[in-house]
C-alpha cells in the first residue's frame, strides 16, 4: 500500500482550493476598487420582480456616486457619470460603512435596484463610481479573474423566467465515463508514455456497455468531451459542430442517445465553452491576421505570457473572449446543435468560472429555450458563495467542497487535524446553504485527481464508508467510471500525466463485492427521495469513537445515515421504530457498526 498524501486535494488539476497563503491575498483583492460579485435578490428573478443590487467599495476607491446602466434589448449597456448611453441608469446609494478586518480600514455597500422586467427579458449592466467633485476619475466595477489575469470592466447579466433545475436532475445519479479509456480498454496499466495517447475507447464501446451502466442503477451518463480535438481527453476543441472520428460519429451518437433512453438513462456531453484548441482553424486565422472577423474573439497583447490568453498557462488552450457577440452566438449555435439535432438530456460545462456570468446567463436561456428540461450544470472550483451565484444562470454547480470533506474523512484522516465534527458542520450547512432548486452535483473522485482509493492507500473498507457518504448527503451523486468495481492507479499523478484515467476493468479484473455494494447503495439512493431533498440533522455525535448518526427526511420518507469513522466495531443506538437496511433485512432498536463503515436504514 502506498502511504496517504499529506494534502487529500494537493493532487486536484486546480491545486488546494483552501491554502491559507491565497485564501487571505483573494479575500483582500475581493474587497478592493468597485466590486459587484453577482450580487442580486432574488439570486433568480421572476416576470415582474424588482432585483437589489448590492455592491461594495474598497478602502482606497473614493466616490459619491455609483450608477448602473442597464439595458433590457440584449444590447451592451453603456454609460458616463449617471448618463445611459442607451437603456437607462439606476442610482445606487451608500447603504452601510464597514470596518474590514481582512487589511484594517472601512470598506462601504451600496445597493440599488432594478425594476422588474417582463418574462423573457434579457438584462445586462455595468456598473460605474465617481466622485462629484473629481471630474477627471471614475472606475468601473471590475471582478477577479480566476486564472489572476489582468481585470478589465465587468458586464453582467440576468434572464428573466420560469426555468427551473429539471426535476430529475435532483433525482441522478450520474455515471462519469472518460471515453477513450472506458471500452474497448486494454487489461493493463497504461505506462507513463501512452497515458497521454488515444487508446481505443469510443462511443460504440459506451454503447456495447449500457446494459452494464443500467444494470449498476446509474439514471444518467456523462460523457467527457467528445467533439473534434487535439488530445484524447477531449478538452481542446478544434470544432464543435462535429464528433471526433477516433470516438465515433454521429450516427454513433444518435445510436448511443435512443438506446440508453430506451434503458432510462439520460445523456450528458462535457461542453468546454471556455477555450478552444490552438489548432482550431478560427484561432489559426485570428492569429495570424489582425484584421480577422475572428480576431476579437481572442485577448491578445504583450502582458499574455504565450502572446494570447489561455486557460491557466496552457498555450495549447487559447480562451475564447465570450463577451465578444461573435464567439458568443458562435458557442450558443453550438450548444442549441447538439440539444435539437441530438436530443440530448445537457451538459456538464467545463471551467464555467472562466466565462463572465453574463455569458452563462445567455448560454442557460438558449439552450433551455431549446429543451427546457435539459441539465446545465457548471465546473466551478471556488467557494460555495460564488457556486450560489450562477443561481438563475445554470441549474447547478459541481461541489468540490464535498469531495474535500468526504476525502479528509475517509482517505487520510490525519491530514490537516479535522474533527468528525468540522465534516459534520461542512455537510448540515451545505444543504441549508444552497437553494432548493440548485443542484449541487457530488463526487468522491473525478478525471482531474487521483482516485479516491489510490489516495486511501487502496483500502477498499474507507472507499465504502466514502461511497455510502456520497449517496447519502451528496447532491445528485457522479461515479467516476470504474470507481465501483476497483480501478485504482499504478502510481500518482505527474505532470501531465493524469493516472486516474487508466483503462476501465472488466470481467474477472473487477470487484464482483464491491460493485454489489455499489448497486445496493445506488438502489436505496434511488427508492428514498430523503437523500435527494432532505435536510440533514444530526441526532448523535461522538468524536472520540468516531460514530455519528443523521437523519433526513422528506414529505412521509425517513432515512438514518449511521457512521462509524473509527478502527473499532461500535453499537449505535436507534431512535424507536423499525428500519429495513439497504438489503431488506428489519433493524430495530440498536445498530452493530463495523470499523469504517456507513449504513443506511430507512423507516
Not at 501512452?194 to 449498476?216: C, K
Request: with cysteine; net charge negative.
Amino acid at each position: 500500500m502506498k502511504t496517504p498524501s499529506t494534502t487529500v486535494m494537493q493532487d486536484f488539476v486546480f491545486g488546494t482550493l483552501d491554502a491559507d497563503d491565497t485564501t487571505l491575498a483573494v479575500e483582500r483583492n475581493r474587497w478592493s476598487g468597485i466590486r459587484h460579485l453577482f450580487a442580486i435578490e432574488p439570486l433568480d428573478p421572476l416576470p415582474d420582480q424588482p432585483v437589489t443590487l448590492t455592491v461594495t467599495v474598497g478602502r482606497e476607491t473614493l466616490i459619491d456616486r455609483l450608477t448602473a446602466y442597464v439595458t433590457t434589448d440584449g444590447s451592451e449597456p453603456a454609460g458616463n457619470r449617471g448618463i445611459a448611453a442607451n437603456g437607462f441608469a439606476v442610482a445606487l446609494a451608500r447603504a452601510e460603512t464597514i470596518w474590514q478586518p481582512l487589511y484594517w480600514d472601512y470598506a462601504e455597500v451600496w445597493r440599488g435596484q432594478i425594476p422588474g422586467q417582463p418574462e423573457g427579458t434579457y438584462v445586462r449592466y455595468v456598473i460605474e463610481g465617481w466622485h462629484s467633485q473629481n471630474a477627471g476619475v471614475s472606475h468601473r466595477s471590475r471582478e477577479m479573474n480566476i486564472d489572476r489575469t489582468s481585470e478589465r470592466p465587468a458586464l453582467y447579466g440576468y434572464s428573466v423566467d420560469r426555468f427551473q433545475a429539471p426535476a430529475w436532475a435532483h433525482e441522478a445519479i450520474v455515471y462519469q465515463i472518460f471515453v477513450d479509456r472506458f471500452a474497448p480498454a486494454l487489461q493493463r496499466w497504461l505506462e507513463p508514455g501512452e497515458m497521454n495517447e488515444f487508446v481505443g475507447g469510443s462511443l460504440r464501446g459506451v454503447i456495447n456497455h449500457l446494459d452494464y451502466i443500467a444494470g449498476l442503477g446509474a439514471n444518467a451518463i456523462w460523457l467527457t468531451p467528445i467533439f473534434t480535438c487535439d488530445d484524447y481527453h477531449g478538452y481542446g476543441t478544434i470544432d464543435y459542430m462535429e464528433i471526433d472520428p477516433r470516438f465515433g460519429s454521429k450516427a454513433d451518437l444518435h445510436e448511443l442517445v435512443g438506446k440508453a433512453h430506451d434503458r432510462g438513462l439520460r445523456v450528458i456531453l462535457d461542453f468546454v465553452a471556455n477555450h478552444i484548441s490552438v489548432q482550431a482553424p478560427i484561432f489559426q486565422e485570428a492569429r495570424a491576421n489582425a484584421d480577422s472577423p475572428h480576431r476579437s474573439w481572442f485577448s491578445f497583447g504583450p502582458q499574455f505570457q504565450h502572446g494570447y490568453r489561455t486557460f491557466f498557462t496552457a498555450a495549447s488552450m487559447p480562451q475564447l473572449d465570450l463577451d465578444d457577440p461573435g464567439a458568443r452566438d458562435f458557442l450558443l449555435a453550438a450548444a442549441r446543435y447538439w440539444l435539437s439535432e441530438f436530443d440530448i438530456d445537457g451538459y456538464r460545462l467545463d471551467y464555467a468560472a472562466g466565462p463572465s456570468h453574463d455569458f452563462w446567463s445567455a448560454f442557460g436561456a438558449a439552450c433551455k429555450g431549446v429543451n427546457p428540461d435539459c441539465w446545465l450544470f457548471g465546473e466551478v472550483t471556488l467557494g460555495s458563495d460564488w457556486l450560489r451565484s450562477y443561481t438563475g444562470r445554470l441549474d447547478g454547480c459541481l461541489d468540490f467542497s464535498f469531495t474535500r470533506q468526504v476525502r479528509r474523512l475517509c482517505a487520510d484522516p490525519n491530514a490537516d487535524g479535522k474533527t468528525l465534527a468540522d465534516i459534520v458542520v461542512a455537510i448540515e450547512r451545505t444543504w441549508r446553504y444552497f437553494p432548493p432548486g440548485f443542484t449541487h452535483p457530488c463526487f468522491i473522485d473525478n478525471h482531474d485527481m487521483n482516485r479516491f482509493l489510490w489516495t486511501a492507500g487502496n483500502d477498499k473498507l474507507r472507499l465504502r464508508m466514502a461511497a455510502g457518504l456520497l449517496y447519502a448527503f451528496g447532491g445528485s451523486p457522479i461515479l467516476y467510471y470504474g470507481t465501483e468495481v476497483g480501478l485504482s492507479q499504478p502510481a500518482g499523478k505527474g505532470p501531465r500525466r493524469e493516472e486516474a484515467r487508466q483503462p476501465m476493468l472488466w470481467g474477472e479484473a473487477q470487484d464482483p463485492h464491491l460493485l454489489a455494494h455499489f448497486r445496493h447503495l445506488i438502489a436505496f439512493r434511488r427508492q428514498h427521495p430523503a437523500l435527494a431533498y432532505g435536510q440533514v440533522h444530526t441526532l448523535f455525535l461522538d468524536e472520540k469513537p468516531g460514530l455519528w448518526l443523521a437523519e433526513r427526511t422528506h414529505k412521509q420518507d425517513r432515512v438514518l445515515v449511521a457512521v462509524n469513522a473509527g478502527a473499532e466495531s461500535a453499537t449505535l443506538t436507534l431512535p424507536d421504530g423499525v428500519f429495513q437496511d439497504q438489503e431488506g433485512g428489519a433493524v430495530q432498536g440498536a445498530l452493530t457498526l463495523a470499523p469504517l463503515s456507513c449504513v443506511l436504514v430507512a423507516g
